[in-house]
């Protein structure tokens, strides 16, 4: 069974950052989209970022210029560096790949990491 690992979240001050982290639990997957998707309380989930294996990333446009993706490189594993982080930020990110393995074609979902921006 191949799972995603998140690392990162927490409570941080309007203006701050934090950092995520998501990784699958095997390494040998091959990485096809790796990214964040979001959801705050009563609103429906939507993309923060993700990136493809050749290198290319779309965003959600509330994000652009302040979310940073990378990844998934050889450690096979992306990052999600969010700046200027503002309240209406706080919600739980998670973790979502398209990951190839033994020929099988995965679509996999993190547990979430919940980011709070308050003062």
């Known amino acids: 069974q191949v799972q995603l690992m998140e690392s990162g979240g927490g409570l941080v001050q309007p203006g701050g950052s934090l950092r995520l982290s998501c990784t699958p639990s095997?390494?040998?997957?091959?990485?096809?989209?790796i990214g964040w998707y979001r959801q705050a309380p009563g609103k429906a989930r939507e993309l923060v970022a993700e990136?493809?294996?050749?290198?290319?990333?779309r965003s959600g446009d509330s994000m652009k210029g302040r979310f940073t993706i990378s990844g998934p490189g050889a450690e096979n594993t992306a990052f999600l560096q969010m700046d200027s982080l503002q309240p209406e930020d706080t919600a739980v990110y998670y973790c979502?790949?398209?990951?190839?393995?033994?020929?099988?074609?995965?679509?996999?979902w993190g547990q979430g990491a919940l980011v709070t921006v308050s003062s």
């Open positions: 990136v493809n294996d050749a290198g290319n990333t």
């Open positions: 095997v390494s040998t997957v091959r990485i096809g989209v």
């Open positions: 979502h790949a398209w990951v190839t393995r033994m020929s099988q074609y995965l679509e996999l």
